[in-house]
């Protein structure tokens, strides 16, 4: 879990990037590209994306004004998205073999 904090038109906001949250974004992203390969669905999952968006805004302080939300939310996807990036490089490098030290001889 990590704190993150965005100014959003002038407003400081945090947030607490936990599995919930990821998870909720990941959701969202989802229903983000069901919409647009799909334009007739919006309708049907248009509620569906309103509510997590709810719930993504209802962990973050202070309350999240209307005129606010679409910016904030865009911020909290681009620092899950960072963090997915970054645990992936960690895992990368653990994966990778050691090389060994070569002697030279003489």
């Known amino acids: 879990?990590?704190?993150?904090?965005f100014?959003?038109?002038?407003?400081?906001?945090?947030?607490t990037?936990?599995?919930?949250?990821?998870?909720?974004?990941?959701?969202l992203?989802?229903?983000y590209n069901a919409a647009y390969e799909d334009p007739e669905s919006f309708e049907d999952v248009s509620a569906e994306i309103s509510?997590?968006?709810?719930?993504?805004?209802?962990?973050?302080e202070p309350d999240v004004e209307d005129?606010?939300?679409?910016?904030?939310?865009?911020e909290i996807i681009k620092a899950v998205d960072n963090r997915a990036s970054e645990i992936e490089k960690e895992l990368s490098v653990k994966d990778k073999?050691?090389?060994?030290?070569?002697?030279?001889k003489k």
């Open 1 to 5: 879990m990590s704190a993150k904090e």
């Open 7 to 15: 100014d959003v038109n002038g407003t400081d906001y945090t947030v």
């Open 17 to 27: 990037i936990t599995e919930q949250v990821i998870g909720h974004v990941n959701n």
């Open 29 to 31: 992203k989802n229903l």
């Open 51 to 60: 509510s997590t968006i709810t719930e993504i805004a209802s962990t973050v």
């Open 67 to 74: 005129s606010d939300l679409d910016g904030l939310i865009q």
């Open 97 to 104: 073999p050691k090389k060994k030290k070569s002697k030279s």
